[in-house]
């Protein structure tokens, strides 16, 4: 017999304003010990010094959370010129120092390299695995870790401000995959200098926006009440970019089961088939058929 999961089967996302100096994985832990969720998980890493958005998923949403990974995220870094860094980012060992302070001009010609497809070899302080282990658990021995190489996309990477000369402020639109941390150490580098991270922010991935996140204090607050709580999103939020199929409560049925149910006049692609309930299964349509691939138990 099934062992059951011990909480409340809470299904839905929150968007979560990440605080400095915790780490993902502690956030989605805070996150269960305030709603008792049976079950909950993160969408997209953010580093323990970074904030913002984190959207937590709870439940069965859990199941949706690759077609969040996908989306486009937003981001506003602050680049340090003054040193390089093992890790970086500010909370590692200072590598390399240099004297040079890129001007504003010097700035604005090196941004249009860094736009469109670029390649990374990402921080090896990050939790890529490397022959079965996490690259930073291997850092951390001393070893050195050759990162593989990388193709990300930016979309978008504009100079917000120069506060002082030691300092600049950038706004960046990229793809998964992307090391915020990496994109400024090349760009230090390009120019002839040394750059790391110290300050990082997230304002958006996908449907997930900076103005619409709680810190975790107003959850612990609001959560009192959960029946009046309007922060926690449908289990949809993250499938607004597929398409819906309406199928019949005796469909959902099959489906449930894991059967193929047919459809026609459907377009062949991945959808999610919905009954009067709500969500039944994220399927995939070949030919008219709609085969589940992951199924909703709700």
Known sequence: ???????????????????????????????????KAQKAGHAGTLDPFATGVLPIALG???????FIVDEIKEYEFTACWTDERNT??????????????PSLTDIERCIPLFKGSITQVPPAFSAIKINGERAYKLARKGEDVA???????????????????EHARFHVQCSKGTYIRALARDFARKLGGVAHLSQLRR??????????AISLDKLEKLWQCPAEFE?????????DDIPAVAITETQAIRVRHGNDVAVPNTADGIVCAMDSDGPVSISKVENGILYPIRVFNI
Do not use: C
């Not at 069965?60 to 690759?66: L, Q, R, S, V």
């Open 60 to 66: 069965e949403a859990t199941k949706t959370i690759p």
């Open 147 to 165: 990162m593989p190489e990388r193709t990300v996309e930016i979309y978008e990477l504009d100079l917000l401000e120069i506060p002082d000369s």
């Open 88 to 101: 970086d980012d500010i909370e590692g060992q200072v590598t390399e120092t240099s004297e040079y302070r």
């Open 1 to 35: 017999m099934a062992r059951r999961r011990k909480g409340i089967p809470i299904h839905g996302w929150l968007n979560i304003d990440k605080p400095s100096g915790m780490t993902s994985a502690a956030v989605v832990n805070k996150v269960r010990w305030i709603t």
């Open 231 to 239: 922060d926690l999103l449908p289990l949809t939020t993250a499938l």
């Open 203 to 212: 304002k958006k991935v996908g449907p997930f926006l900076e103005e619409s």
